[in-house]
């Protein structure tokens, strides 16, 4: 039995926002998490993480985003988490000078 | 789990599954294989080499034939490897830093030296059909940056794909491990299949698609944004913090009279490491006081799963300027890269883990292609549009055709090396040899639009040719298989056996394979191509 329709997202536009959050938004919340992480911890080892690491919260993220029932809220909550993990690392670069 | 989510996941994971299936089931077809690369290597050029002699050669001759056919080493920076278990060694040779060295010293080298009468080999020359299947797994043949950025979002998705399959399944996890219904209708026994076999391989599936993003894209995809942000685009710096660099030795320009031999540094290495295998020799400003010759070894294999010794000598001197024992715990920094890499090659447990590795892979190529059909036979209903029906049924009989050809044109191949030694190009002539009879059996299988057919003849095919494979070795070379059956010719005897073994299984599967009967009726009357085989004991 193929998945029912009933609960698929039919619109385009709402499509759209999914797959974007899901793999752009899904990607930029990984890699400014880890970056952020690496400002605070011992940035070679966090690195190292973040190589495999993230593949697996990207992808957990992006399972997590087609449970949304609006796309672009999705995409709201995304730019707003990975924009206080941006934060954080333009702070801390900005404190260490590098 | 609500209704929504189950139905949501469930088509993701129809979706991405189905995007990637074919990609996929070339990568984890080829992988399998690729476990056995080195053997494939020696098989193919005959020239089998015990576990025990690599690295063990006399580094002064190949130190004296390589100043004699590149000119003064001096100022040189020399790497020694012997990356895979064969007879080639990989050296390279940076320009002599030494502004008044010849021009030919001034030239930097990359080769293939064979160990026994130091024939060389460029890697167009020395190309074969085991770093074709290697290289294929992770379609190296499609144009870099593409073909890698292919396979790697392919892992990535294969990641996305089994963690949606194994929530949708979740609640069924147990009961329908054990459920198999052959003899039901086909859509039932492709589920039970995929399910069971998926839950089966999920930790290995989880393992190589994780490990295969990272090692294939996960520089690129992952590292690039960090290495922007934390190291402004420093790629030294950078690689210096991640990888454990020895401290860099300046050219002098004063050249030595006597220097330390290599010869005596390797033995005094192999004399206080007695359990260690000697991966690599760096030697820094070759004949300048600045010389500096660093001896790595790992662990062996039943000690440690991981570890890099390190002996860095002063080449003046003979003086141990660093040292690190290959037993020590290497740190979680290389510890974490190199255990991705141990995972992924399988070449932490010998033939044991490489036999369980490939009969996983084997399994998941399964999951794969039962995946395909159930997504067409739960399709395939009255209810249906036509011509949808009919479509499916293409992309059906079209995927079946592209990966079971795989079978009988990789044993071709095997032959066909064999019988072929001597090319002129390696690298095209493999090429020919592969992708010509794919396609062609792609072509006229996919025509036949009857996947019962196309399974039955594609497994007999390569069945076939597989047992001929060990014979037409035998026949070229006269290493029969039961002659290669000890320690210095393993190699020879792991990729005939492994043919034979294959061939069996395929026939054995062949001649239970049936014609499935009790299709429901009214799909026969809409024309519908004759479905796939069930294999019923």
Known sequence: MPANKKYLTKSFHQRFAKITAAFLGGYLITVTFFIALATWLDQAATLVTMIFGGFILWSAIMVCTFLFRNGWVAWLIYLAISGVFGAVIFLSTMNTGT | MTNRIYNILFHTHTVSGLVISVALYVIFFAGSMSFFRDDIVAWQRNEPIG????????????????EA?????????????????????????????????????????????????????TYLSGYNLGEFLYRLHFFAQIPYPYGYLLSGFVAFFFLFAIITGIIVHWKKIIPNFYLFRPGAKLKTLWTDAHTALGVIGLPFQFVF???????????????????????????????????????????????????????????????IWGNALLSKIEIDNYADVGMRVTVMSQPLQHDRLLGMGRMAFDGATGEVLHEEHPQDAPGYVFGADRVLRKLHFGDFGGYGIRII?????????????????????????????????????????????????????????????????????????????????WLVFSILFSLKKDNYFATRYLLITGSIIGFIVPIVNGLVTGQWIWKTLHPEQLQLFVVDMFWLSTSLVTLFVVLKMKREKNTIKTTKATNRPISMTSITS
Not at chain 2, 232 to 257: C, G, S, Y
């Open chain 2, 51 to 66: 576990e025990a002699t690599v690295m063990t050669y006399d580094f002064e001759r190949i130190l004296d034939t390589l």
């Open chain 2, 69 to 121: 056919r590149y000119g003064d080493l001096y100022g040189r920076n020399i790497s020694i490897r012997q990356v895979y278990q064969e007879r080639n060694l990989m050296i390279s040779l940076k320009p002599s830093q030494d502004s008044l060295a010849s021009e030919k010293a001034k030239k930097a080298v990359f080769t293939y030296l064979d160990t026994q009468g130091f024939d060389e080999n």
């Open chain 2, 209 to 271: 698609a994780v490990s295969g993003a990272v090692l294939i894209i996960g520089s690129i995809v992952m590292m690039a944004p960090a290495s922007a942000i934390l190291y402004k685009n420093d790629r030294i710096a950078m690689r210096d913090e991640l990888t454990k660099q020895l401290p860099h030795v300046e050219f002098t320009n004063e050249r030595l009279e006597t220097y330390a031999r290599v010869n005596d540094l390797v033995n005094s290495v192999r004399m």
């Open chain 2, 357 to 437: 590795y490939f009969a996983l892979g084997m399994a998941t190529c399964f999951v794969i292609l039962s995946g395909v059909l159930i997504w067409v036979e739960a399709r395939d209903k009255k209810n249906v549009e036509p011509w949808k029906r009919k479509s499916n049924a293409w992309i059906a009989s079209i995927f079946i055709a592209i990966a079971l050809s795989m079978y009988p044109v990789t044993a071709m191949a095997f032959a066909a090396v064999k019988l072929f030694p001597e090319v002129d190009q390696p690298m095209s002539f493999i090429y020919k040899i592969y992708f010509f009879p």
